[in-house]
């Protein structure tokens, strides 16, 4: 790419469109804003080789200055400044590493007309997102897998213009090749509006060529079905043809973006099309990953695949942990999902004292929750260490074959570390089905809370004697720093954090609570929030663990703005604070903008909340009622129904999982109803990126989706909704 828009323009790199409309002045006074030079890719890979032995030269002096920082002033400043200096230049050269996918996605418009026309189809190709970038590595080995996957939806996805015609469509068919980000992994979608894949059909085919057995195709959803087309030799085409078959080699698809630490996803709907989803990494030299540890020895896993950690006390194991199908389950809020004990999958020998998968009776439990492609999976290990950003090596040859290893890293005190790859333990560990919703009325508790009213909060407190809880959803991560690396600027308190300038807020600044002394540079700790708009994070004393308990909130005997409530948990009184309502009050420039605009589209504007579980229905009210709404409240889908037929409304937010009547029932009864059929609903829920889930939203008549504890975007989606709500009545 370099090479060839310097033959262009040469010292320049300047779109060629841009040139054109606007012509250089030969000006010998002007200064280009910037200028480009030609550089050799083997110098890059030297500069990505030197960046990668400086982040393992900063972890090294890290683990030997740890210990020396107290007895040696200003040591821990200049680790500091040198760390950052260490992350900025790493980050620099890693981007000059970087190439839009451009560099790929434009040869497919011709690869689709030219197989177009030889097969008699006809075909557009539309492609979205060109200009998100990956590392040139990944670019480089993702151009036959795409190849290969658009070939086949031109040949096998898209059916003839006459059979379109004959079931509705139009005869031309649509590809759609997108690229975009999220969650530090990059996404590349390959739509088509063909005959989907018959999923029954995948599953006999499979049997007669004994990929798998009947039995096990009987266990089988519909995607699991569908994947099958990914089983090396599996092929449903009669006649091999020599432009493509879906299912013809395509398990090298797979292969290949599982080398490059990848996952594959399949979507697809009979007579409605097909979506297949490669999930990859943004750079496959530096990452951030987790250090844990297992019977002495130290393994990493990329942070991008973590979802949260859960930590399980011994008192709760029987009421979070059960089996179900002969395997052991784990109660996540409204779902269950499966536990795979690392130990166990690594073939490691347990120690004597250890006579379960479950280690220590009466230690903690410590389970993390791995994202892998569309599902997740529990993981069980002994502890965790720290996250450190780590330079992969590849495996070597006589390893290459270990499917749980993606590369090898070397660690701070010179020892050698495996980076685990999650795709390699799911598939070790047999797992078929990644997550099950918690419908099952024998998982629910036997006493008169249900497993929903259980709510898992963050302990902490303010290096004082009070006590304070967060909701763990609302939390990202939480960073441990020296009071001395905090930056004042003017009468605000800053930290540097990931390349962006991290604004804090102390709770005794905003809250009747008890001032702590930081008169000395002790370690803090700083609970970085999700959901924000603004970077913004609140600084604590220390964490004093999580609990899992039904919250009853007094919002009487203690009260002031930026605080819920109380609540007595685990014999103490515990302070609630409301997060979004502490960042409104630290930093009212940002917030108040345009502020009075919002709450004058909410006047009179009156809003059912339909929420089972007081602790959510309470903070959804207080985020509506501090908006300017008006609300009502209903426990089930029975009670809304109740009310909507004696009250009239402008919206709804209805959570999905309830008793009685769940959202789904809910939605349908009031689309069924003529004088309901336009009412606005907001699905909120726990947990906000289930994508099925928001897909089936829609079909069922949902207007929005959002997270229950997500205030912005619940208030930003919420006023879009009403006001552009239909009068049906």
Known sequence: MLKEAQQKSPGRLDHPQKESSQPEQKNPHTVHAEEKIRVGINLLNDLVNLAGEMVLGRNQLNQVAMPLVKDIPGLNTVTGHISRITTEMQEKIMQMRMQPVSMIFGKFQRVVRDLSKKINKEIRLFTYGEDVELDKSIIEALSDPLTHLIRNSVDHGIEFPEDREKTGKPRQGLIELRAYHQAGHVYIGITDDGGGIDGPAVGEKAVQKELITREQMKKMGEKELAKLIFKPGFSTAEQVSDVSGRGVGIDVVMTNIQQLGGTVEIDTELNRGTTISLVLPLTLAIVSGLVICLDNQFFIL???????????????????????????????????????????????????????????????????????????????????????????????????????????????????????????????????????????????????????????????????????????????????????????????????????????????????????????????????????????????????????????????????????????????????????????????????????????????????????????????????????????????????????????????????????????????????????????????????????????????????????LNKERLLEKLAEMVTGKREAR
Not at 320 to 332: E, K
Not at 512 to 540: L, Q
Not at 583 to 605: N, Q
């Open 302 to 708: 990329p942070e991008a695949n973590i979802d949260e950690l859960v930590r399980i006390k011994p008192d709760e194991r029987k009421s979070r942990i059960n089996v179900v199908q002969q395997s052991y389950v784990l109660r996540l809020r409204d779902i269950l999902l499966p536990l795979v004990s690392l130990k166990e999958v690594l073939g490691l020998t347990l120690s004597p004292e250890k006579g379960d998968i479950f280690g220590n009776q009466a230690e903690h439990l410590r389970i993390l929750v791995i994202k892998h492609g569309s599902t997740r999976f529990g993981l069980m290990l002994d502890s965790v260490e720290n996250i450190e950003e780590i330079v992969v090596k590849p495996l070597p040859r006589y390893l290459s074959n270990q499917k749980c290893f993606s590369g090898a890293s070397i660690m701070g005190n010179g020892s050698i570390a495996m980076i685990l790859d999650v795709g390699g333990l799911f598939d070790k560990a047999r797992l078929h089905r990644a997550e099950m919703k918690l419908e099952d009325k024998t998982l629910k508790t036997e006493k008169g809370t249900s497993e929903k009213d259980i709510q898992t909060l963050l302990l902490f407190d303010n290096c004082t004697s009070e006590r304070f809880a967060l909701p763990l959803e609302l939390i990202t991560r939480i960073e441990k720093v020296k009071q001395s690396n905090l930056e004042k600027i003017k009468d605000q308190y800053y930290l540097q954090y990931q390349g962006d300038k991290l604004r804090l807020v102390f709770l005794e600044h905003h809250l009747p609570v008890e001032k702590p002394d930081r008169s000395n540079d002790a370690t803090i700790a700083i609970i970085v929030p999700k959901m924000v708009k603004y970077p913004m994070g609140i600084v604590i004393g220390s964490v004093q663990g999580t609990i899992n308990e039904a919250v009853e909130i007094d919002t009487l005997s203690i009260t002031a703005p930026g605080l819920f409530g109380t609540a007595i948990l685990d014999g103490r009184i515990t302070l609630l604070p409301d997060m979004y309502r502490l960042f409104e009050l630290a930093a009212p420039e940002w917030y108040d903008r345009g502020a009075g605009s919002k709450k004058d589209h909410s006047l009179a504007k009156r809003i059912l909340i339909v929420e089972d579980t007081p602790f959510f229905r309470m903070i959804e009210k207080d985020y509506l009622i501090s908006a300017g709404y008006e609300v009502l409240e209903a426990e089930n889908g029975k009670e809304a129904l109740a009310i909507l037929e004696q009250e009239i409304v402008d919206g709804v937010i209805l959570d999905i999982v309830m008793p009685e009547m769940d959202g789904w029932q809910t939605i349908r009864a009031i689309r069924a109803d003529s004088s309901l059929k336009y009412l606005p609903v907001m699905a909120v829920t726990s947990i906000a990126e289930d994508v099925e889930a928001e897909q089936r939203s829609k079909k069922e008549g949902f207007t929005q989706w959002e997270a229950k």
